[in-house]
């Protein structure tokens, strides 16, 4: 075939690696919480890159789902209004008996009186009843949306975000986060609403009954307040910082599992249970200091209680003897406020456990305070030159790890991306596939900036395929159908044959309908490789940027699959960044990237011939 134009780059002799192809985005670090007594504020110091919700964003979101829910919030708040009624019937009925009693009537009717309080047992034992399930109710459908929209607000943020984001605190929201918010979705939120209502109600009982005995909740008021107040100004940041803590001893667990091999390989093992503990220690100081800080404020509602009760007994009496109010409505008003005990007991608990779950949905929701990818709907590529334009990036302000990069690389070229290990290869080749924009100058795609178009569009054009490979859990082809949902099952197969995976694939004891992933059938890491290759065929974009696609094949598996993905790739743009230099062998054209820097660019022979830096890596490769 007729070799393509050659792409054009501006070489840049010498300098310094500043950061390996490989180094992750450093995280950002916050300071969380009020540090607990005799605790080291500075240790509590908790990496992430995803941001909390702040209140403003929690209380929107939280007013967002009880719109989604209001009929079903009004019914539960109705029914519950009648089981409030319903269980108040009794006092009432007690305290008119006691009132017949003490003005000497015989015609007490205890028959009625005992019909009545036996109906509303059972209206209030139905309501009770239809309360819970329709709290359940409610509480699971706003679970399922806060998971659906937390899944559907993370794919749409840019791709940058997403690869910056450190494993812990992502497994972390999606794990730990959402059990905490699935207790307070199903029972808190309900829970709550019913024992507002509840004490609302009963409160207005109490001053209709016998208006002076409202005084009596004028004395216990003010200790409940003050203890509450002294709580909730510590809580929610004591929560947040358990919450954050948490998160950093599970990201520095899965970071050792991950990386178990290479921490036994450089003897790291100490060091890494040395930091386990230490984070552990941080989080269960935090685990302590909210222990603390509710073993204050339960005796503060117990104490509550007894004064609103002996409040009431003490007025009522006085009010009994200057003639205020009759035997019957003290009666009423003691058993009305013996009742509200549970209601604020209720409120109390679940606001509690509330603080954990704000923290949790505010960890949630906080993707929502991430500007979503809002590129220009109307900007499109006009044609397929890829560009790169005194390009500067770097992971750390102030710390650039491309220095003004430019190339230019014409349709259907294929270039190798080759260089020592931490040269900047992989970090440019993620901007050329729009995974991140330049901190300086501009990397377009037929004269449209990439960082400028919103990222299901870059996609379309252009796809970045890396070692790192995923099954997701379902049938073979479902994994597939992930690039191109209305592909045939002879579109699959073909796929699947232009990377030599139909001979396995075949084998499956249901073909395309087997299961794999976790829990199903178990896939070789070279096989899922190929199955995200197949995914690439599928998804037939024109620019294709690889960075070790075929690493996880041995070297003779994956020379054979690249020379059938050659036909696949014939006619396309490639960007390979390779180690294994007969892929750069088999480029059009070779950039050698050293230091963030192209000091080198041209084809295999010329490269050779010039006896520089390729040179001296295809000598030392070649052996």
């Not at 209680?305 to 002996?310: D, E, F, G, K, S």
């Not at 100058?441 to 037929?446: D, E, I, P």
């Not at 996609?459 to 997701?472: D, S």
């Not at 998804?539 to 054979?560: F, I, N």
């Amino acid at each position: 075939m007729t070799a393509p134009t050659t792409p054009t780059a501006s070489p840049a002799p010498g300098g310094s690696a500043d950061q390996a192809d490989s180094a992750a985005p450093t995280d950002s670090t916050v300071r969380v919480g009020v540090a607990p007594p005799g605790y080291d504020p500075a240790a509590s110091e908790n990496a992430t890159t995803l941001p909390v919700g702040g209140p403003a964003t929690v209380r929107g979101y939280v007013s967002e789902l009880l719109r989604r829910h209001r009929r079903a919030f009004v019914t539960l708040i109705l029914v519950n209004t009648v089981a409030v009624v319903a269980s108040m019937v009794g006092p009432y009925l007690l305290g008119g008996l006691v009132e017949d009693l003490t003005s000497g009537s015989r015609d007490l009717q205890i028959g009625r009186v005992v019909g009545l309080f036996l109906l509303a047992l059972v209206l209030q034992s139905f309501f009770v009843r239809e309360v819970r399930l329709r709290g359940a109710m409610l509480g699971e459908r706003m679970l399922a949306d806060l998971r659906e929209d937390f899944l559907v607000r993370s794919v749409r943020l840019p791709p940058g975000v997403l690869e910056r984001a450190g494993t812990g605190d992502l497994l972390s929201r999606i794990t730990t986060d959402i059990d905490r918010l699935a207790n307070a979705m199903r029972e808190a939120v309900p829970h709550l609403c019913v024992g507002v209502v509840w004490a609302a109600l009963l409160l207005g009982a109490l001053t209709a009954t016998a208006p002076p005995l409202a005084l009596a909740v004028l004395i216990a008021l003010p200790v409940l307040l003050i203890g509450c107040r002294w709580y909730y100004r510590r809580a929610p940041s004591a929560y947040r910082s358990e919450a954050a803590g948490y998160a950093a001893v599970a990201g520095a667990l899965a970071e050792t599992v991950d990386a178990g091999r290479t921490v036994e390989a450089h003897r790291l093992g100490a060091r890494r249970v040395a930091l386990s503990e230490q984070r552990i220690s941080q989080w269960t100081a935090w685990e302590r200091y909210t222990l603390w800080l509710r073993s204050v404020l339960f005796p503060v509602v117990n104490v509550t209680n007894l004064l609103l009760v002996a409040g009431v007994l003490i007025l009522g009496g006085t009010f009994v003897l200057w003639g205020w109010i009759g035997v019957g409505q003290l009666t009423t008003g003691a058993l009305l406020a013996q009742m509200l005990f549970e209601p604020v007991g209720l409120i109390l608990r679940w606001y509690d456990e509330l603080q954990v779950a704000q923290v949790s949905l505010g960890r949630l929701v906080g993707v929502r305070e991430i500007e979503p990818d809002s590129g220009d709907r109307k900007l499109a590529p006009q044609g397929r030159e890829l560009r790169a334009d005194d390009v500067r990036f770097g992971y750390r302000t102030g710390t650039d790890v491309l220095h003004g990069v430019t190339m230019r690389v014409p349709p259907g070229t294929r270039v190798a991306l080759v260089g020592p290990s931490g040269a900047g290869k992989s970090t440019l080749g993620r901007l050329l596939a729009g995974i991140y924009g330049p901190r300086t100058g501009k990397v377009a795609l037929g004269k449209a900036e990439l960082s400028r178009m919103p990222a299901d569009r870059v996609r379309r054009h252009v796809a970045l395929v890396n070692q790192e490979h995923h099954v997701f859990v379902g049938s073979l082809r479902d994994n597939l159908l992930l690039a191109r949902t209305g592909a045939s099952d002879t579109e699959l197969w073909a796929a699947l044959a232009a990377v030599d995976a139909d001979g396995w694939a075949r084998s499956l004891p249901e073909g395309l309908d087997s299961e794999v992933g976790s829990g199903g059938i178990f896939v070789a890491p070279a096989h899922a490789q190929q199955i995200a290759l197949a995914r690439l065929v599928l998804a037939d974009p024109h620019t294709l940027v690889l960075d070790e696609a075929t690493s996880l094949l041995d070297p003779r598996a994956a020379r054979h699959l690249e020379r059938s993905l050659a036909q696949v790739l014939h006619g396309r743009t490639v960007v390979a960044i390779a180690h294994r230099l007969h892929t750069a062998h088999d480029a059009d054209v070779i950039a050698v990237v050293e230091d963030g820097r192209i000091s080198e660019l041209g084809s295999h022979d010329a490269l050779v011939e010039e006896n520089g830096a390729y040179a001296a890596l295809w000598r030392s490769w070649h052996g």
